[in-house]
């Protein structure tokens, strides 16, 4: 026996999670050519088939682009730091991709683990996290090379399996998957299956071996020269997840605010000496896969990548993890 | 009293040390009297007033603002004035396309003897802002028509004829020693090639989409040695303005001109540049005719078909998209700065977080600096993760240019820049 509810039940549902003061995501096409996660309007936003994935990925949810950590207000000498502890509203990320939700996992490891960061987990915490098996892949996915599939349910609250003819079998993975579909699904025989993964593209293992191997390498250099180091594929990753932390002045209102930073730019490792410990592109690179397949792992045990394919689909000039990883693993 | 009746507008006053801030003075020695709500920014010149000091008035709450200076033959660094007009000129435009209300921005000229002038402009400055009410529709949303969209590439590839002589003229280029390194277009995208025998890895297609002059600046590729870079004859625009600034010169690079049959980019369908005109080498088959200069691009004509309140929603919807990856720095060939403005923390010149404010200021930043310097390759565009159409700004400076000072970006290498010069007689029309 399995759980089944139609699109229109769907969307109808996130019609009212909408209606009772949820905030709801999911992808929607902002134009011809582009699909993204927003903030749902109407049940009828979503976009359920049609597209490989949304060009950015959830963490926009739960890891803003940028996030208020406190205001403050200057009186002559002194400084007034006003908290920003506002409750985040429950949300629900509704038809997100399983290389989404399982970058979500990798995430908390990294705001729990020494630091236990309070606006990632009250936003974690509020939020509900509704997959959709995945029915395409395109020559970018890679999820089968990093220890996922098509049908992946880890870091989803529940997963949707396509049946077709505009049905879907629903699997809840947790309370929360539990408490937004119980009671609104219909029973049925027919159950769901995701289609086959993409076939594995490179060995994660020997590229680890090679990134811990090779520190000191001309491929590093060969490879990056194309690179312009913009941040398109560390923003668009739903792993990725470096910040900084700016000072907005008084035209944003005078507040401390965390932003998204890419390990790409010139930037990012620049000392206040005018001294650069990534002096190039090539370190640069290094270190993207360097921290996604070897040192990420050797902490946490598990590959910093979901293989969604995004850092290639965003990527100006057509780099991105696949063709560094099939390099390293073809030689 | 009504509420209207109670408000009182803030006036931010950029003016010039030695004209205007003394007719100010005099009209305060002289015991004129104007309305209070004018706060005055002394500066050295109207040349030095930057255009984000005007962006950032109105962002920290100002309803107008005035800028003043000397007079035309007035100014005490000669030509400051003269600068600032040209600039200006061209900003009003970009302000216009953005949909931001000129009517509270005021220019004018005010000499150190015109007390009285300085009286007449702020009283009647105040008056006419006062009567606009607070300045709310500054990056408001709300409803908007749709823009069309830019054609998108047809995803098939179809090679070009002159693929296989590319590839014959590099390998030799590279094999004879004539360059260490050929910047080109692979499979995926851009490639460098530093061997004879890997110029087989070479493409020329209608996925060639990368102006691959912007690779010229990167110091990994310098470092490699004297470079051949391909050139379709849009991106062959960005050397003749390079050169221009300084930032490249014709002897350091070989440049492999492609005649072009398109690249399925929304330029393309109006393109008039098929044929190089500058390359050492030019191959393929000379695309026949010029086609004529189509109409500007429909999509920039539908934004300014729109009232500028609807052109304000739309781009605050389209930035409030944007990540501040600089994906559209990046691939710019003109954007070569050593650091960036925004970069720039000692002090913060643009909010650097993704916010409205913020993105508004950042996109603001960069079409104008690239203000009749941008040739029109659509990188930016293309670059975009969030689907911006970024060179809708720039088109706008590109027909101010033509419009007001008859210049074309990468077109005539003599030609004079835009900015960094100027005429006695630019229009003033809008400068009181």
């Not at chain 1, 709801?24 to 902002?30: I, S």
Request: proline letters at 6%; aromatic letters at 8%.
């Amino acid at each position: 026996m399995s759980e089944i509810i139609s699109q229109s039940v769907l969307r109808g549902l996130a019609a009212e999670w909408i209606a009772g003061g949820k905030s709801v995501a999911g992808p929607a096409r902002v134009k011809p050519d582009l699909v993204l996660y927003r903030t749902l309007r109407s049940g009828d936003d979503l976009l359920l088939e049609g597209f490989q994935r949304p060009s950015n990925s959830i963490k926009d949810f739960l890891f803003p682009k940028a996030e208020k950590l406190y205001g403050y207000k200057i009186h002559g000498n002194s400084i007034e730091l006003i908290e920003n502890d506002s409750p985040e509203p429950a949300q629900v990320i509704i038809a997100a991709r399983p290389c989404d939700a399982a970058a979500l996992p990798i995430l908390d490891h990294v705001f729990n683990w020494d630091f236990h960061d309070e606006f990632y987990n009250r936003r974690r915490a509020a939020t509900t996290v509704v997959t959709l098996a995945c029915s395409a892949h395109d020559e970018n996915c890679f999820c089968t090379s990093v220890g996922l599939d098509p049908g992946s349910e880890r870091g989803s609250d529940a997963i949707l399996f396509a049946l077709g003819s505009g049905q879907y079998e629903v699997r809840c993975a947790t309370e929360k998957g539990h408490a937004l579909f119980d009671g609104k699904t219909e029973k049925s025989e027919r159950t769901g299956k995701a289609i086959a993964g993409p076939e594995k593209r490179f060995d994660a293992k020997a590229v680890r071996a090679f990134v811990t191997t090779h520190f000191e390498d001309p491929f590093w250099n060969e490879h990056a020269l194309t690179c312009i180091g913009c941040g398109t594929c560390a923003f668009s990753c739903p792993a990725c997840h470096c910040f900084d932390i700016v000072d907005a002045g008084p035209a944003a209102g005078n507040a401390r605010v965390k932003t998204w930073d890419s390990c790409q730019f010139s930037t990012f490792t620049a000392h206040a000496s005018g001294h650069n410990p990534r002096p190039v592109q090539a370190t640069r690179q290094r270190q993207r896969i360097l921290h996604k397949f070897a040192i990420y792992p050797e902490k946490f045990g598990e590959i910093l990548c979901t293989g969604c394919g995004n850092c290639a689909r965003n990527c100006p000039v057509g780099l991105g993890v696949l063709s560094v990883a099939t390099e390293i693993n073809h030689g | 009293m009504s509420k209207a009746q109670e408000f009182e507008p803030k006036i931010v006053a950029y003016v010039c040390n030695w004209c205007t801030y003394l007719g100010a003075d005099l009209a305060g020695t002289a015991r004129l009297e104007y309305p209070p709500n004018v706060r005055i920014i002394r500066l050295p010149c109207t040349g030095r007033i930057d255009f984000n000091l005007i962006i950032k008035a109105l962002e920290v709450g100002a309803d107008g603002v005035l800028v003043s200076g000397c007079h035309p033959g007035d100014c005490h660094y000669t030509a400051g004035n003269y600068h600032a007009r040209r600039r200006w000129i061209l900003f009003r435009e970009l302000l216009d396309t953005l949909g931001i209300d000129l009517r509270r921005i005021q220019f004018t000229w005010i000499s150190a003897a015109e007390g009285r002038k300085w009286q007449q402009v702020v009283t009647e400055f105040t008056d006419q802002t006062r009567k606009l009410g607070p300045y709310k529709e500054l990056y408001a949303t709300g409803p908007f028509p749709d823009v069309p969209a830019p054609e998108t590439a047809s995803p098939g590839v179809k090679s070009f004829a002159a693929e296989s002589e590319l590839r014959e003229v590099c390998g030799k280029l590279l094999a004879e020693g004539t360059v260490k390194v050929v910047i080109g277009y692979g499979a995926r995208g851009p490639v460098v090639v530093t061997r004879a025998e890997d110029a087989e890895r070479l493409v020329w297609n209608n996925r060639c989409f990368s102006n691959l002059t912007a690779y010229l600046k990167r110091k990994e590729i310098k470092s490699l040695g004297k470079a051949a870079v391909i050139v379709k004859p849009c991106d062959e625009k960005s050397l003749v303005e390079l050169e221009k600034e300084a930032q490249f010169e014709r002897k350091d690079a070989h440049v492999i001109g492609m005649a072009c049959e398109g690249v399925d980019q929304p330029k393309c369908a109006h393109c008039t540049a098929r044929t190089p005109r500058f390359a050492d080498v030019t191959l393929g088959v000379e695309a026949g005719p010029e086609p004529q200069t189509s109409p500007s691009p429909n999509r920039f004509a539908a934004l300014m078909a729109m009232p500028p309140a609807e052109r304000m929603a739309f781009w605050t919807e389209e930035f409030n998209r944007c990540v501040k990856c600089y994906a559209c720095r990046q691939v710019c060939p003109m954007c070569y700065c050593e650091r960036c403005i925004v970069d720039k923390n000692r002090p913060i010149a643009i909010d650097p977080a993704p916010s409205t404010k913020g993105n508004f200021a950042w996109h603001i930043a960069r079409a104008f600096h690239l203000a009749g310097r941008c040739v029109g390759c659509g990188e930016c565009s293309r670059a975009c993760p969030a689907g911006i159409d970024l060179a809708l700004l720039n088109i706008s400076l590109h027909i101010a240019a033509q419009k007001n000072f008859g210049y074309e970006a990468g077109i005539d290498p003599k030609a004079e820049p835009v900015i960094g010069s100027y005429t006695l007689h630019d229009t003033e029309a809008f400068i009181r």
